[in-house]
Every structure is written in structure tokens, then in C-alpha cells.
């Protein structure tokens, strides 16, 4: 099930402010592997502005989780990290964590997929919530609580007085992943990371959890919102960036990305995802094959083995993203997108043939836009 209410603007005036508050720039990961090294992330370059709220989506495996995570500094000493990463005029890549930590301080903040695993089963909930606060220095015991309880308010704790005392199993998932989102916010940030926070949760609850983070959001808060449910993206975000084996394929602002898709892929992930206000017999269209890593350099599109459109270039030049005249704004990865006179016929004439330049065979029902 997938929320597919229309974006909100945040604080209902007109574009959020300008000003860049993270800069990534061309950010690689590498892992060694037992097959050699794995780029989990290639060369992706992100922004967000201040209030902006930026949605990454893919399928599974595609570097959202490392990205963030190298934003944040908390991958495994083993990966290999390059790049640039500038938080508010600060450069983050090279400083060693606790540099790091003491930088960022209370600025930066993140909420992970599973509230279970992020809280200490042994720790009660109120004293989980506040370590921020206390870790960046409040000693006022009265004042520390009162922040705490206000927070959980804030999110929608009922009973904040009786919970502080109640240990994370006494809890119901929401609840938890509320504790989680408090304990994130409770200092503050400027910049909230939250990494699929309601995949583990059904539908309503994940409805709520994303209400509460909208709403924090409202006060200038800047947000990196990883999913891979294109209904919560569409819904919940300002712009969107869509990753593919380690690469951002397509990125746009989220109107712009629903209205036009343009790179097959974030085509195929539109079709393959049940929306709410489709009618009720929409066939849901899986996107052939899977991601593949391979460890070695790629060539090439690293789509094109699963693309419809494909054609004898993509399968020898990696596509870099560009924006056409239309909008300055969209960037795409491809060579014959979706929706241009020259992607559309490269699609026409795989569909002739029967078949893409990959060896890919295209029924001729298939995908019709
Ligand atoms: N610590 C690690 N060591 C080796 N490989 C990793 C590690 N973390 C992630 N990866 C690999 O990096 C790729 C991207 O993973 P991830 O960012 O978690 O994907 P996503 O969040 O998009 O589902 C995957 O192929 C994953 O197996
Ligand atoms: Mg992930």
C-alpha cells in the first residue's frame, strides 16, 4: 500500500529558501569483497537546501543506505570514501569520526528502517530520548526532562509521563520508532536523515510516523528521506533523486520527476508500484531481471541489460546526467529517455524488433505511455 497524497508545501509560502546546507559532491564508496572491490556508491553528487526535504529512492542494493551513512560518517572503517561532502560550509570527508561528531554535534541527526535495533533494549525509554541532550552538555536534570516529555509530545507519545520510565519492548513498533524520531529531533537538527523509518510499520501507523516528521519539517528542518516506496516520495518530499547500482539516474524536483519520468528505470519503478489511486484492475508492471554489482568496471549503461529502450550505445558509453531545454532543473542519465521524440522511437523500433540491443526481448502490449 503506498500514500499518494499530492506534496504539501512546506509553511505554504512559495519555494524554500535557497541557501545549500549539504553539498555532496561526486561521493564514492568502495568495500572490499571476496570478488574484489564493490562500488556501493559511484560518483553521486547531492543537495539539499535548508527546509528542503530530498527523497532517494531505488530498489534494494542501490547505495541509498551507504550514502547516507557516509553523510553521517558511520560506515565500517573498510569502506573507501571519496568525494565531498560540505555540511553548511564545513567539509566533513577526511575528518576522523570523533572530529566529526563534535562538528556536526547536534546538527545533523538520523532514524534507521528497524526502532528495535536503534534502541538499547536495557535502557529506559526517556533516558534514550534525552542522551542528546545530555551528551552536548545539559546537566539540569529538571530541564532535561521537561525537554524530554515535550518531545514526546511532539510526536505523538501519549502518556509521556508514565512512558519515560518504560523500556523499548513495552512498546509497539510505532511507538518505538516515535522514541527513535524523538531521541533524533530532541536537539534539534538541522538536517534529519531518515533512512526507510516507516518500512518496518503498516500502513496507518506509517502514515502517522510521516505526519510527524512533515511536521517537524515545517520549522525549517531539512530532511533526506530514504525510501523505496514511491508514494511516500511523491507525497513527503521536495525533489527527488533516483539511484541505480550505485549511480543517481534521474533527479528532479518531486512534480517535475511524477509529471515527466524520464529515465526508463524510474519509468519502470512508476509501473511496477501499486498506487492508491490507480483503478483497481491497473496491471503492475515488474521491471525485467535484477541489479547486478559487479565488482570490475562497468561499460556502458548499467540499465541496459533491463531496459526496453536500449540501444547499441548504451550498452558501450555510461550515460552521465544531463538536463535538456525543458527543464533546467531535471537531470537524467540517459540516452533515449522516456517522453522525447528520439527515446520514444528507440522504444518503437526495440518493440518492432522484438527485441533491445541487449538481447532483452520486448513484448509488443508491453508499456504503453
Ligand atoms: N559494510 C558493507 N560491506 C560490503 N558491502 C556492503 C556493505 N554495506 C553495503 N554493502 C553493499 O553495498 C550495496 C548498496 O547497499 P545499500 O546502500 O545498503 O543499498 P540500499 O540501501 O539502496 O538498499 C549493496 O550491494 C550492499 O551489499
Ligand atoms: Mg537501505
Request: glycine share 10%.
Amino acid at each position: 500500500m503506498v500514500d499518494t497524497e499530492r506534496p504539501e508545501p512546506l509553511s505554504g509560502s512559495g519555494d524554500p529558501p535557497r541557501d545549500l546546507l549539504l553539498d555532496v559532491k561526486d561521493l564514492s564508496v568502495e568495500f572490499d569483497t571476496g570478488h574484489g572491490p564493490l562500488r556501493a556508491v559511484d560518483g553521486i553528487s547531492l543537495q539539499i537546501r535548508t527546509g528542503e526535504r530530498l527523497g532517494i529512492v531505488g530498489e534494494s542494493g542501490s547505495g541509498k543506505s551507504v550514502a547516507a551513512r557516509a553523510v553521517m560518517g558511520l560506515l565500517p572503517r573498510t569502506a573507501r570514501t571519496t568525494g565531498q561532502i560540505d555540511f553548511a560550509g564545513t567539509e566533513l570527508l577526511g575528518l576522523d569520526p570523533n572530529q566529526r561528531r563534535t562538528l556536526l554535534g547536534a546538527d545533523v541527526s538520523m532514524v534507521f528502517q528497524d526502532p528495535m535495533t536503534a534502541l538499547n533494549p536495557v535502557v529506559r525509554v526517556g533516558r534514550q530520548i534525552s542522551e542528546g541532550l545530555r551528551f552536548h552538555g545539559s546537566n539540569d536534570r529538571q530541564a532535561v526532562r521537561e525537554a524530554t516529555l515535550e518531545m514526546m509530545r511532539r510526536v505523538g507519545i501519549p502518556d509521556a509521563e508514565a512512558r519515560l520510565r518504560a523500556y523499548p519492548f513495552e512498546m509497539s513498533g510505532g511507538m518505538r520508532q516515535r522514541i527513535c524520531i524523538a531521541a533524533a529531533l530532541i536537539c534539534g537538527p538541522r538536517l534529519l536523515i531518515a533512512d526507510e523509518p516507516t518500512t518496518a510499520l503498516d500502513v496507518t501507523i506509517q502514515r502517522q510516523i510521516l505526519d510527524v516528521l512533515t511536521d517537524m519539517g515545517r520549522g525549517g528542518m531539512s530532511m533526506l528521506l530514504i525510501t523505496h516506496n514511491l508514494g511516500v516520495a511523491a507525497s513527503r518530499t521536495d525533489r527527488v533523486a533516483v539511484m541505480y547500482s550505485g549511480r543517481v539516474v534521474e533527479t528532479a524536483p518531486t512534480a517535475d520527476l511524477f509529471r515527466t519520468p524520464r529515465h526508463p528505470y524510474t519509468v519502470g519503478l512508476m509501473r511496477s508500484m501499486p498506487r492508491l489511486a490507480d483503478a483497481p484492475h491497473t496491471r503492475l508492471v515488474a521491471i525485467p531481471g535484477r541489479q547486478v554489482r559487479s565488482a570490475g568496471p562497468t561499460q556502458g549503461c548499467r540499465f541496459a541489460d533491463r531496459c526496453a529502450s536500449a540501444q547499441p550505445k548504451c550498452l558501450r558509453i555510461e550515460p552521465d546526467l544531463t538536463t535538456d531545454d525543458s527543464s533546467p532543473d531535471h537531470a537524467y542519465a540517459c540516452f533515449f529517455p522516456r517522453g522525447t521524440a528520439h527515446g520514444e522511437a528507440a522504444l518503437a523500433s526495440n518493440r518492432a524488433a522484438g527485441t533491445t540491443a541487449a538481447g532483452l526481448s520486448v513484448p509488443e502490449e508491453e508499456v504503453s505511455s
